[in-house]
């Protein structure tokens, strides 16, 4: 494969999406992580033409099955707790950066990518004034780290009503500051 910009991109993104869901869990090395993520489907998908004209039914289908494919394959590799949750995680957190951050940030995939959610968002998002919520209080308790599918996805329904429907999903994070993450 040659070391493009994509290639360049890929690297960083996968490192970056490890190093954010890696953080006290032991047994998950950047390695296996990484390998999860180019074993599960997501990077091809994302450098591939059909990727930019996406729904977020069709987003979820694919999400489903790259999330399940990196706790399949973390799994296998001796990789404890691999939960959906953290799948999540890796799988959104490589998105931003391929897709969300990039020269393509403009197209569908960018507008339905589901943001990274861990407890500091969820914790600024249910203490923020403006948003009005019934699960405002829930959200200050959900360990993303245990979130499983039928959770993970419930708390996103929760959390995409939020956000205007004309506006991408990423514009969530607005309530996140990498300095407030501790």
Not at 28 to 48: P, Q, T
Not at 115 to 140: C, F, M, N, Y
Not at 145 to 170: A, G, H, K
Request: neutral net charge.
């Amino acid at each position: 494969m040659p070391y493009d910009m994509t290639e360049h991109r890929h690297r960083f993104a996968a490192w970056a999406a490890a190093r954010a869901v890696q953080r006290r869990w032991r047994s998950a090395k950047k390695e296996k992580l990484r390998d999860a993520l180019e074993g599960c489907g997501v990077r091809e998908f994302v450098c591939s033409p059909e990727s930019r004209d996406i729904d977020e039914d069709r987003f979820r289908q694919f999400h489903r099955q790259w999330c399940r494919a990196v706790i399949e394959s973390l799994t296998q590799q001796g990789v404890a707790d691999a939960t959906f949750g953290r799948a999540a995680k890796l799988v959104a957190v490589y998105l931003k950066v391929m897709v969300v951050l990039s020269a393509a940030g403009d197209c569908d995939l960018a507008r339905v990518v589901n943001p990274p959610i861990d407890r500091t968002e969820l914790q600024k998002v249910a203490a923020e004034v403006g948003v009005d919520s019934p699960h405002k209080r829930l959200w200050k308790t959900v360990n993303w780290t245990q979130l499983t599918e039928e959770n993970y996805y419930s708390l996103i329904d929760q959390l995409r009503v939020l956000i205007p429907s004309s506006d991408p999903f990423w514009t969530l994070e607005q309530y996140w500051n990498v300095a407030d993450d501790s």
